[in-house]
């Protein structure tokens, strides 16, 4: 193998003055080239960039992939440029277990049927949850990996390499300053009183010698100034660049949430149809049991627009009358409970009354409720000691 050997004692000799000029530095032994407050304003906010976008990318994976041996062997896959294979999400192997299960214990019994529906709105949620993660994967965490990877990398070379070139510049400003003291000293005290003129022939040797040095170190300090500011220019360049980044990030951010909104809306809408199928066959299985519709009034979610459906979710059930259209509304304090078909009913969520005509619920508290016939399926008439009023179906758990 061919060695250059110049370009080799060269290099050391640089590394090794780069080595003095860092050590003395660190000690307070010799002086050093400051930026200005700009230039460290910009790599300061670079600085922060680059640690927050490793945090968020992190969080980000383990909220798409909870699990750490599995998040471990996608990044082995990706480093070695193979595939990552495909993987099931949780929902869709738990839908897996119902169906099997839904296959040994029977099919056709009541437990098995509603084991079936189970199911299949499970997979419907672990393929909505696919989609959600493949989404975010493209559009939020690969161009933040591709900052990291790509265009820090690229600015942590070129800080390395100003770096090296303030060493330069210093360790030039430090061997100048030493040569103009020892010319200056050459030049001042010359040996005069000594007899013999040798003495003297080489103090006016050393004052030349040195004043060459003095020469030397000025060039090579005007080469090293010019090579520090050209790559100060370049470096200030890239870390402005990080406006970019952030606009940049800013979009996929959106683009992100746009993604979340789309994969909780379709969560939803499948487990409201999954609570519409469980609810209507309630009444089948176990007859004689007083079962309230659970649809909520709020028109259905837009498969369409993800930011329409979740603008759209219901907050609350709409404020329905007692009495048909056209009739005049009941009085509640005329309306007694029907000798037979009250039941207890255990509240789910506060509620505040809209009007005189309702009854405000409390969270856990136990009702008496009971219909009446011609009302509206997703009310009830609750009775609270010697209050009445109208009570919504939805914030209900019927129990006896």
Not at 5 to 16: H, Y
Not at 218 to 247: C, K, N
């Amino acid at each position: 193998m061919d060695f250059n050997m110049k370009k080799l004692a060269s290099d050391a000799g640089i590394f090794f003055t780069r080595a003095v000029q860092f050590t003395e530095e660190k000690f307070g032994q010799a002086e050093k080239t400051e930026l200005d407050a700009q230039f460290e304003n910009l790599l300061a906010r670079a600085d922060s960039t680059k640690n927050w976008t490793e945090k968020i990318l992190r969080q980000t994976e383990v909220l798409l992939q909870p699990n750490p041996s599995a998040r471990v062997e996608e990044f082995l896959y990706e480093k070695l440029d193979r595939k990552v294979p495909s993987r099931v999400t949780n929902g869709e192997l738990l839908a897996q277990y119902m169906a099997e299960a839904a296959s040994e214990l029977g099919p056709t019994t009541p437990y098995g049927k509603t084991l079936i529906k189970v199911a299949e709105a499970e997979k419907r949620l672990g393929a909505a949850e696919r989609d959600f993660i493949h989404t975010a994967s493209i559009n939020f965490l690969t161009p933040l990996r591709t900052f990291l990877e790509g265009d820090w990398k690229t600015i942590s070379k070129e800080r390395r390499l100003l770096h090296n070139r303030r060493l330069d510049l210093d360790a030039c400003k430090a061997r100048l300053k030493k040569a103009k003291a020892a010319e200056a000293k050459a030049t001042t005290v010359p040996d005069f009183q000594e007899t013999r003129p040798r003495n003297y022939i080489l103090s006016a040797s050393a004052s030349a010698l040195w004043n060459d040095e003095a020469d030397k170190a000025e060039q090579e300090l005007r080469v090293a100034q010019t090579e520090f500011d050209r790559q100060a220019e370049v470096t200030r360049l890239l870390l402005e660049g990080i406006s970019s980044t952030h606009v940049n990030h800013l979009r996929c951010l959106h683009e992100f949430v746009e993604s979340q909104t789309t994969y909780y809306a379709q969560c939803y809408r499948h487990m409201l149809d999954l609570q519409k199928q469980l609810g209507s066959s309630q009444g089948a299985i176990f007859p004689g049991t007083f079962v309230g519709t659970t649809e909520p009034a709020s028109p259905p979610l837009s498969s369409t627009s993800p930011t329409t459906a979740a603008a759209t979710m219901p907050v609350g059930p709409s404020v329905a009358g007692l009495a048909p259209p056209g009739e005049a509304a009941l009085r509640l304090e005329e309306v007694a409970p029907p000798a037979s078909g009250t039941r207890k009913a255990r509240v789910l969520y506060d509620y505040e009354a809209a009007d005189s005509s309702e009854l405000a619920l409390l969270a856990d508290e136990l009702i008496t409720v009971y219909s009446l016939p011609g009302m509206d399926p997703d009310w009830l008439i609750g009775e609270r000691g010697n209050k009445k009023g109208k009570v919504p179906v939805t914030y209900l758990e019927l129990l006896s």
